[in-house]
């Protein structure tokens, strides 16, 4: 395991993730455009990081956010265990975890943006409040 600030992930994992961020999905796409260049709240955003023994869609590393777009595959049983299990361990290393439908960001964007920064918000009184 190699680490990044206090989160560690599995150097295995970073050519499965170059492969990901080449091959993004049509929402992907869509909430990259939003995401980069820290046009959302002035955050940087990461796509397809590499978590431990994971990867998320989306990190935020100064506010420990995930963003993670479940498409159809989302719905099958053994894929929500999975989601189920990689939620819980990233929730337990301080992770806030944000999911959303591919559906959500391709037909409701200004929906799922206004989510995010609300989240962004809680988090940024949290971290400043003593």
Not at 1 to 7: A, E, F, G, R, S
Not at 12 to 19: H, I, T
Not at 57 to 62: E, G, K, T, V
Not at 97 to 105: A, C, E, G, I, P
């Amino acid at each position: 395991m190699c680490k990044v600030n206090k989160i560690q992930y599995n150097p295995k994992l970073k050519n499965l993730a170059r492969n990901l961020r080449n091959n993004s999905t049509k929402a992907e796409i869509i909430l990259w455009k939003y995401l980069k260049r820290k046009k959302l709240r002035g955050y940087d955003f990461h796509r397809q990081k590499p978590i431990e023994n994971s990867i998320v869609d989306f990190f935020c590393n100064n506010l420990m956010l995930a963003i993670e777009l479940d498409g159809y595959t989302h719905g099958f049983e053994e894929v929500l265990v999975k989601d189920e299990i990689k939620e819980k361990r990233l929730t337990d290393l301080g992770v806030t975890v944000l999911r959303f439908t591919d559906r959500d960001v391709i037909d409701n964007i200004e929906g799922v943006l206004k989510s995010i920064e609300d989240s962004i918000d809680k988090i940024v009184i949290r971290l400043h409040t003593p």
